[in-house]
């Protein structure tokens, strides 16, 4: 915050595997009054998802249309 300028609202777990992210980290993340918090669990949140245990995962601009239908696929 004090180098953008900005608020800090949204945490990431760099490294944030499930062994890495014990449910007191995810209680420290929403005290500390983050909005939400991703892990490098890797995959798509479903509607109503616990937004302090997020998953994520990344798209490439290169990838083809197919690719990244899979990746944005809604029928869960």
Known sequence: EEMTGS???HFCFPYGL???FPA?????????GY???VSAIRGA?????DVY????DHIMA???????????????
């Open 7 to 9: 608020p800090v609202k």
């Open 18 to 20: 499930a062994a890495d």
């Open 24 to 32: 007191h980290c995810r209680e420290m993340v929403e005290r500390a």
């Open 35 to 37: 909005q939400s918090c």
């Open 45 to 49: 949140n479903q509607a109503g998802a």
């Open 53 to 56: 245990h997020l998953r994520r």
């Open 62 to 76: 290169n990838w083809p249309i197919s690719q990244l239908k899979y990746f944005t696929r809604t029928n869960f």
